[in-house]
C-alpha cells in the first residue's frame, strides 16, 4: 500500500517563503505531485516530480529525493490567496494514485 | 476546453436511502477517478477506470458502493443504501492518461441525516 506524511497546519506572513514537506512510503513509486485546495473548492495541480530535483513553476517549486522518499513543495513571495490546503499525491508504477492528508496553510499580513 | 462537470451539487439524503452522482470527464480523457473528501482530510481514492475498464476499486465498499464507465465516458457513482459515514464531498477528477495531470469536478456534498 501507500502511506504519505505532511504536516497538518503551517503558518507563515505574506512576503515570506514556506517549504512543506513530504514523506510517503509505496510499492513501485512512479511520481510525486502536488494539489491546492481552497475552502470550498476542488483540488487544482501544481507540479509533478518523476526524477530528483527541483521543477520550479513561478511561485511555486517541487523538490524529489527519491533516494530518501522525500519531497518539498516551496512556496516563494506568499501571498494571501495561498491560504488553502496543499496536498501531496504519490502515483505507482501501476497508475494508481493516492493523497495525503493535507497541509493548510494560513498566510497571515 | 471544458472541464469536469458533475451533478448534483448538493444532495440531503436520510440514511438507508440510495443516490446516485454523475461525471462528465474532459473530453479525450482515458482516466477518471471517483474520491471521497471527508472534512479535514485528503480525497481517497474509491475507483479509477481506464477507459471503461477498472485500474483500481480496493478501497470501494463494494457491499454500498457501485460504479460504471460504460463506453468509457460518462461515469456514475451510487451508493446503497447510504450510511451516515457517507456524509462527504465526491470528487471526480479525469487524467488524459494514468499518471498525467488531473483535473478535479467541483464535486458533490452529500449529507446523510
Known amino acids: 500500500g501507500q502511506s504519505l506524511e505532511q504536516p497538518s497546519e503551517v503558518t507563515a506572513v505574506e512576503g515570506a517563503i514556506v517549504q512543506i514537506n513530504c514523506t510517503y512510503q509505496?510499492?513501485?513509486?512512479?511520481?510525486l505531485s502536488w494539489y491546492q485546495q481552497h475552502d470550498g473548492g476542488a483540488p487544482t495541480f501544481l507540479s509533478y516530480n518523476a526524477l530528483d530535483g527541483l521543477e520550479e513553476t513561478g511561485r511555486f517549486s517541487s523538490f524529489l529525493s527519491r533516494s530518501d522518499s522525500y519531497g518539498y513543495l516551496l512556496l516563494q513571495e506568499l501571498q494571501m490567496k495561498d491560504s488553502a490546503s496543499y496536498f501531496c499525491?504519490?502515483?505507482?508504477?501501476?497508475?494508481?494514485?493516492?493523497f495525503g492528508d493535507g497541509t493548510t496553510l494560513t498566510v497571515k499580513p | 476546453e471544458a472541464g469536469v462537470a458533475q451533478s448534483p451539487r448538493y444532495k440531503i439524503i436520510e440514511k438507508r436511502q440510495s443516490v446516485a452522482f454523475w461525471c462528465n470527464p474532459i473530453s479525450g480523457h482515458a482516466t477518471l477517478y471517483w474520491y471521497q473528501q471527508i472534512l479535514g482530510q485528503g480525497p481517497k481514492l474509491l475507483i479509477q477506470f481506464q477507459n471503461n475498464g477498472v485500474v483500481d476499486d480496493s478501497q470501494l465498499p463494494k457491499d454500498r458502493f457501485s460504479a460504471e464507465r460504460l463506453k468509457g465516458v460518462d461515469s456514475t457513482l451510487k451508493i446503497q443504501p447510504a450510511k451516515l459515514e457517507d456524509s462527504a464531498v465526491y470528487l471526480c477528477?479525469?487524467?488524459?492518461?494514468?499518471?498525467?495531470?488531473?483535473?478535479f469536478g467541483p464535486g458533490t456534498r452529500l449529507t446523510v441525516t
Open positions: 499525491a504519490v502515483s505507482t508504477n501501476a497508475g494508481k494514485s493516492t
Open positions: 477528477a479525469s487524467s488524459f492518461q494514468m499518471d498525467s495531470e488531473q483535473y
Open positions: 509505496t510499492s513501485g513509486f512512479y511520481g
